[in-house]
């Protein structure tokens, strides 16, 4: 689906078809079109009205491409990713939006499933300001509000760490190591799409490709702050996972060292009181025992609680018990 | 609460408002604006008497600001961090302090706790100093302030490392692997608070924003310098963190190994023996024994020693008792 | 076997020798020499006929090289990696192929299992542009072509790695660690083969060797972008690898955690019990036990079922069972 | 306590104060002024009459510092380590040495513990040229004899790896855990220390801070050499603490699983015969077993011998045993 | 031992002394010293006789010195790396050789182990054109052969790396992780050598040092490239040994299951039985159970097998048997 916004003569409208007049800056007309998972005819306008280089092109048609950006004669094509809000309940999940900025316009790329797009889109043609400030605020505009979007999901996955730290102490179970496997997963994911995401738009604050304002550049410093605290995040996840495997790790080594003990102490004191209760049952006459009294019987037992009451200290001793 | 305080002909004054004209170099004026967890009108003196970027106020109000310095125009932005006493007995805790830092004038936002800035504002009004020597020095005093709470709290995380080590092969339990974990998290904390605090104070020393005076490089300098030790001391933390879970999991195993051989030996010693007197159990006329004698109990009481005797030396090679 | 293409006035023709005067820009002619395993007489053309370095021509010849552009006198050498296909089934392999680039030809060396020259070679004679237009053109062609068979490879990879994670807690066998083995060193071969050559065509794509034209260097960067995500992919298995390992290792520790429970468990049940059993069975009169009667039974028998339900309890409670 | 030596027309004398006219170079006049661990009024000679920068003044009075260099107006301050002989027999340790640079004058400070200066001190007035060849020169005297001390502790600390090594896989005992964690602390000392000690040196090496000669350059490249192969060695050292710590790890695993063997050999060895002799003593008529004769026994003695044979074999197939 | 060679007029002759006249270029001689373990008296040709500077002097003579190269006014010092061939059988170990290159001549110092320098002094007198191209033509040829020697030891040490990784897998013995740790130690030292020589080289190769010729710097260029794939290798080796150790720790753990599952299987099958007889055994009178007939063994002996048998149902179904 094509959605076409242009504002001249201080006025948003919506419209169908493009004026290539409008490219020349000196015609004073800032334009927008927007291709929501468009279709290869629907495409014809990148390559054919647009004129962009057919490898753009295709990079913006193709289903997944990382965060960059990249100069081309007269525009840049940048792509970035925004979290992904239909993959709802199933960790981190980004889509990517691509942009074609011009001087006088920009072309945005995406699959329908950016919010931030969509809501500016509804607010475009009352508020002429969105246009009217020109291509590189309304950039701005919609990177800011993709970016503020992480916040949260940063937030859901540290709460997800802590529920993770102290499962591994209180309820550990078999599956735990697959959950921390997953949730390493996802920060590799954060990571992977934050780092370069985070280059993109620094190299926009220092102005290395177009001639942005000193204002516009300040704002996309705001916006490489936030992007830089959240690849920072990233990095500490990464770190406070490899922590959890390893505790653990240690963990599960403690606990059986606790079952053994159990199983220590138990055959420990069993097996002689066992042993001496198989030896008074031998067919055999034991020399300084005839018949085997009652008097007899609480010899053997006194033995074998004396037996048990010295073991159970031996193993209070070493802290077994 | 707002906290005002100008310095003008040699004279350190509270006062109540900001007159623009002091922004004036050439007024001679010099004035220390302090917002302790500013409402929303009490910031208003931000963004609107002083004039700042939304993006810096923006910043200056929200919660949780990591250290950076931004260079705006006419200005400064600074965030930076201080210990937190507030949060005592829970390990190792920081809050933000933002700076705007003018030619004739220093602006400080923070929630109240920090030590350092109520100390000069106490000492503000008598001693003249402090304001007398301009916003720079100013700056470099609290500054210097902040850094040098760090020490204590890095020798207090030292000690804690220190027991934990020790903890590690004197007393072992299964709450170590948590605790180490929770130290782990705390150093990382102090990584990554002192890391970028250190590049924004060694940023000031090199000169980079402001033209200051070769005597405040070198004071800059010498509190970049702490700075780098803490951020040292955090790296060789991190590195003993490390060793100590690994040293953790080297010892459970160690300890594992001991009581299985507790186990191993017990019960290589009974079942052979509990195997013998099974087999003078049997309701079956064993050859060369008839009848079961004394002799014959002796004879076998021989044989269960030495029985003992030989497995014992054969463990005692082996170095399992 | 040597097969060469020579283009002039707008022809493309297969040919058997090379004119030295075709190395003259000004003569304007492209030609194409491509030697498939070729041998010492063979590799003449590349000493003699075209008077290449004999350090380059020992490199062509040679085994194995490892990705690399070096500059010489008027012309490139380069070596770059092609999925080799014909090592089906054995994991990642590639082989080697050598490009000489001049001003007015491309030389390929390789051992002819280079897909991507067979289907150029096919269609040289046809489509007049592959040599027509020029040899960095042509040297897209392949290149372009050899990179794009790294994606399916790297499917391929992940889902082995898919597949690896869903082992580790699915079905653990003794085998596993030996294919996660086997993967880690798939995934370093693939990290060791495309940073280099990602690298190559980023120096290409920056122009740094050849004056290659404005869309020639659009082309080589969308090269060197796959690449760029083939190296990223590269880095995030090895980190996916690590990452099952550790899941692996733990889970083995879960499973004997299981084992020993069960084992504790019923050696904790059974050893009591069977103690019971041997004291009744002792030659000795039980002195509140005459004669031992069926009521004397029952009661033996309660005092069993008891200790194992005491028993059960207590290993509920600690969640053992 | 101060020790002061001037060199002037050739000759060199001790002298208990300093005139200020000796720093004008015009003066022809070197001077060393040594502080062994100063009182608070001796260090006035440091501020007061040589007038160095508070800042460096408070570094040079305070316990510890780390290496670094730092430029003032006309003068260097140094910080250095040395190994630390006085601390015998408890591992690495280094204690910090100061240097004041200027043109005519080395200004040193320390806490006595100083082998290389106590040693210059003592030949300084025999040896005219100590002196005599300037402050840098003497500077590189003290820092050569410094440097020079760390290779035997190199090599000691090489020798208690080299020990430990043989430890894990001779006689591995609990301690052994502990005894690595110190080596690896020891280890991140060096490193600690050398790592800016050697970019310290290397910078006086490039001539970056004074003007020095070419000779002296090279001097100091050849310590700085000394010193890279230093750090060099920690960070060998750091990696092989590691793979001692691994290695420790998995032989204690292994053991583990020798001693488990052992028991499970026995058990399984045991408990089948101890049932087998259990049914033989039950109050049960066995059917085809009318009273048990001898003969009965030799069938039974038979079946348990078989079965010990049967079980030997299959474990020593699964090289068990 | 020392060898003087000296080439002139086109002929190439050994001598004994050397004249100081030939150090200038305009004397159109080249000469090479070699001197091999050269004794004390020996060693005054390097500094009174070729005038070189005594801490090269030092470096020269001392045992061990690690890559690199300096210069000095009008020569290059240069230490590199040879494989020790006289260490056979031990792992991987070279010896250093140092080279002295002025314009006119070359200086290499060694102890006589150098393979490539041997081969070079008994073909000098006969080939005219190895010293006749000059002393740098003369250094590459020595690091050629040098540099072309780690090819095969590279190959030595990765089989030893296959091997052990079959024998994770399929021999385990408690050996393994002490030759790992052996392994561990040799690629290290690779790494550690490697590193600095293909640093030394790739700045010859850059022309950093001396103004050489476009196609020595080609060679040179030739040499960096193998050493870079020789470092690039002895990263690669770091990266197999911690997974070979990481698979044999998993492989170790894997074992400890199967044997802990043999051993619970075989305990609980037999306890149970174990207890069954017991019971039987008791001198009680069984109440459903007069006198103990055939038939009563045989609803015994069936109990007993359908409780094996319920048993390894189970343990199949759990996948331990």
């Known amino acids: 689906m094509i959605t076409i916004f242009v504002h001249r003569d201080g006025r948003t409208e919506r419209t169908t078809s493009i004026d290539r007049a409008w490219l020349n800056p ?66 981190f999940k980004t ?32 508020n002429t300001r969105i246009l009217g400030d020109g291509p590189v605020p309304l950039l701005h505009r919609i990177v800011d509000a993709m970016v503020d979007d992480y916040r949260p999901e940063i937030e859901k996955l540290e709460d997800r760490l802590d529920e993770l730290e102290a499962l591994v102490f209180e309820n550990p179970s078999s599956q735990l190591a697959r959950q921390i496997l997953e949730e390493k997963r996802d920060v590799s ?41 959240v690849a920072d995040d990233a990095m500490l996840f990464q770190d406070r996972i490899t922590g959890i495997l390893d505790a653990h790790l240690s963990n599960t080594s403690n606990r059986l060292n606790e079952v053994m003990k159990v199983l220590t102490v138990v055959a420990t004191i069993f097996m002689p009181l066992t042993l001496l ?31 048990i009451v010295v073991m159970l200290v031996v193993f209070r001793r070493r802290h077994w018990i």
């Open 26 to 91: 000196a015609a004073g007309v800032t334009f927008w079109v927007d291709l929501q998972a468009p279709s290869i005819p629907e495409s014809l306008i990148l390559s054919d009205t647009m004129g962009f280089h057919p490898l753009a092109v295709e990079d913006a048609m193709s289903a997944i491409q990382f965060p960059k950006v990249e100069a081309y004669d007269g525009y840049l094509y940048l792509v970035l990713h925004a979290i992904d809000f239909t993959a709802a309940g199933s960790g």
């Open 95 to 126: 889509h990517d939006v691509d942009f074609f900025l011009g001087q006088t316009y920009m072309v945005t790329v995406h699959d329908g499933r950016s919010r931030a797009i969509a809501e500016l889109l509804e607010h475009c043609p009352r």
């Open 189 to 229: 994911s954060l990571r992977r799409v934050t780092t370069p995401q985070r280059d993109v738009i620094g190299r926009l604050a220092r102005r290395e490709f177009v001639d942005i304002s000193t204002e516009m550049s300040f704002r996309f410093r705001d916006v490489h702050d936030h992007l830089v605290r």
């Open 277 to 307: 209760t198989g030896m008074y049952g031998m067919n055999v006459d034991l020399p300084h025992f005839a018949g085997g009294t009652a008097a007899q019987f609480w010899w053997l037992f006194g033995i074998m609680i004396a037996t």
